[in-house]
C-alpha cells in the first residue's frame, strides 16, 4: 500500500515569498503524483499532477512541482505566493498501473497562511 | 461544467440514526469514491467502486457500506450512526485510466 507524507502542518509566508512544500510518498511501483488546493469554504481542486515524462510538472495559479524518483519526492514550489494563495494543499499518489480504479492516498495536508 | 453533486451540504444526525449520502456525477466515470477529511488527518479513503454493483473497501470501511446501482449514483450508507463519524465526507470520480480525479462540495455531517 502507499502512504505520503508531508512535512510541514502549517506554513506561514509574507506575500511575494516564494515557497515550497514538502511530499514524500512511499511505494515500490510507478506512481501518479497529484497536488490538490482547497481554499476556504471550497472543494477540493486539481492544482498538478505527474503521470510520466518531464519530471518538472507546471500546473495552474503559477504552481510547479518537480518529480525525484531516487528521493521518493513530489514537491510543490511557487517562486511568488500572494495572499489568495492561503488554503490547504494536499499531497496525493496512487498506483500507476491501477488505472485510477483504485483510489488516491492523501497526505495529512499543509496549511498555508500568507500575510499580506 | 463538469459536476460531482453531493445532495446535502450540511447534516445533523442522531446517534443511531441510518444516515444515506447521496452523490451524483455528470460526466460518465467509471470510478467513484468515498473520503471522509478530519483535520490533522487529511483525507481518508472508506469505499470505492469501478463499475456499477461493485464495490471495494478503502483504508476506513468499518461502519459504512456503499451502494451503487446506477454508473451515477455512489451512495454512503452509515448503518448506525455514531458520534465518531463526525466528519466532512467528499465524494469524487474519475474515468478509468485518466487518473484524474474531481471531487464534490463535500457533506459536513454531525452525529449527536
Known amino acids: 500500500a502507499q502512504s505520503v507524507s508531508q512535512h510541514n502542518h502549517h506554513v506561514i509566508l509574507s506575500e511575494a515569498a516564494s515557497l515550497e512544500l514538502g511530499c514524500n510518498y512511499s511505494?515500490?511501483?510507478?506512481?501518479?503524483l497529484f497536488w490538490y488546493v482547497q481554499y476556504p469554504g471550497q472543494h477540493l481542486q486539481l492544482l498538478l499532477k505527474?503521470?510520466?515524462?518531464?519530471?518538472l510538472v507546471k500546473g495552474i495559479k503559477g504552481f510547479e512541482a518537480e518529480f525525484i524518483k531516487s528521493k521518493f519526492s513530489f514537491n510543490l514550489r511557487k517562486p511568488s505566493v500572494q495572499w489568495s494563495d492561503t488554503a490547504e494543499y494536499f499531497c496525493?499518489?496512487?498506483?500507476?498501473?491501477?488505472?485510477?480504479?483504485?483510489?488516491?492516498?492523501f497526505g495529512k495536508g499543509t496549511h498555508l497562511i500568507i500575510q499580506p | 461544467d463538469v459536476k460531482v453533486t453531493q445532495s446535502s451540504r450540511y447534516l445533523v444526525k442522531r446517534t443511531g440514526e441510518k444516515v444515506f449520502l447521496e452523490c451524483v456525477q455528470d460526466?460518465?466515470?467509471?470510478?467513484m469514491f468515498w473520503y471522509r477529511q478530519d483535520p490533522g488527518l487529511g483525507l481518508r479513503l472508506i469505499y470505492f467502486?469501478?463499475?456499477?454493483?461493485?464495490?471495494e473497501k478503502g483504508d476506513i470501511p468499518e461502519g459504512y457500506s456503499v451502494s451503487r446501482e446506477k454508473k451515477e449514483r455512489f451512495s454512503l450508507i452509515l448503518e448506525s450512526a455514531s458520534t465518531n463519524q463526525t466528519s466532512m465526507y467528499l465524494c469524487?470520480?474519475?474515468?478509468?485510466?485518466?487518473?484524474?480525479?474531481?471531487f464534490g462540495s463535500g457533506t459536513r455531517l454531525t452525529v449527536v
Open positions: 460526466m460518465d466515470h467509471e470510478n
Open positions: 469524487a470520480s474519475s474515468q478509468q485510466g485518466a487518473g484524474g480525479y474531481t
Open positions: 496525493a499518489v496512487n498506483a500507476g498501473s491501477g488505472g485510477g480504479a483504485d483510489g488516491l492516498t
Open positions: 511505494y515500490g511501483g510507478t506512481v501518479n
Open positions: 505527474y503521470f510520466s515524462g518531464d519530471p
Open positions: 467502486s469501478y463499475d456499477v454493483k461493485m464495490k
